[in-house]
């Protein structure tokens, strides 16, 4: 056996999987920063694992096989892992946007499976700057954190001194 047979992973291609683990980092960078549920490895695992999956269904692909159905079968997969990570503590719904993020992972992985990988990088990057973004404009204003929005640590809630 050759070197070059030995770290082959044909159908998928090196540079692909490499794309899909920096677009995963990127965003779980952001969200391991802040001690949010999807960090690093989730992130990165959830964008290869799209990958894979949908390069492997574009390579079994015949007449009598559709591989978007494969898409539409992953998307449903991810919903499932995205709902592990939410759950209710005193009357608030947490991790819906670590649920998001998982979801739009899988988008990106899917990105780079059907020959799309700068566009996936960029798209993580848009992904971060939402993330980071809106955070941001929470931090800023108090009007965007009202009601099922306020910010939540523990068993009390982030709010200003004096506010209640």
């Given at each position: 056996?050759?070197?070059?047979?030995?770290?082959?992973?044909?159908?998928?291609?090196?540079?692909?999987?490499?794309?899909?683990?920096?677009?995963?980092?990127?965003?779980?960078?952001?969200?391991?920063?802040?001690?949010?549920?999807?960090?690093?490895?989730?992130?990165?695992?959830?964008?290869?694992?799209?990958?894979?999956?949908?390069?492997?269904?574009?390579?079994?692909?015949?007449?009598?096989?559709?591989?978007?159905?494969?898409?539409?079968?992953?998307?449903?997969?991810?919903?499932?892992?995205?709902?592990?990570?939410?759950?209710?503590?005193?009357?608030?719904?947490?991790?819906?946007?670590?649920?998001?993020?998982?979801?739009?992972?899988?988008?990106?992985?899917?990105?780079?499976?059907?020959?799309?990988?700068?566009?996936?990088?960029?798209?993580?990057?848009?992904?971060?700057?939402?993330?980071?973004?809106?955070?941001?404009?929470?931090?800023?204003?108090?009007?965007?954190?009202?009601?099922?929005?306020?910010?939540?640590q523990g068993w009390r809630e982030k709010t200003k001194p004096g506010s209640q």
């Amino acid at each position: 056996m050759t070197l070059t047979e030995l770290v082959a992973i044909d159908p998928f291609v090196w540079k692909s999987v490499g794309v899909a683990i920096l677009c995963g980092c990127i965003v779980g960078f952001e969200r391991q920063l802040r001690g949010k549920p999807v960090g690093i490895r989730t992130s990165a695992l959830i964008t290869l694992g799209t990958y894979i999956f949908i390069a492997a269904s574009i390579h079994v692909q015949t007449d009598a096989t559709d591989p978007s159905r494969i898409i539409g079968q992953v998307i449903t997969g991810i919903g499932f892992l995205g709902a592990g990570v939410m759950l209710a503590r005193d009357g608030v719904i947490l991790g819906v946007t670590s649920a998001a993020t998982i979801w739009a992972l899988a988008a990106v992985g899917v990105c780079i499976a059907v020959g799309y990988p700068a566009t996936a990088i960029k798209l993580s990057l848009v992904i971060v700057v939402l993330l980071v973004g809106v955070d941001a404009l929470e931090d800023y204003s108090q009007a965007l954190t009202r009601g099922v929005h306020r910010k939540y640590q523990g068993w009390r809630e982030k709010t200003k001194p004096g506010s209640q």
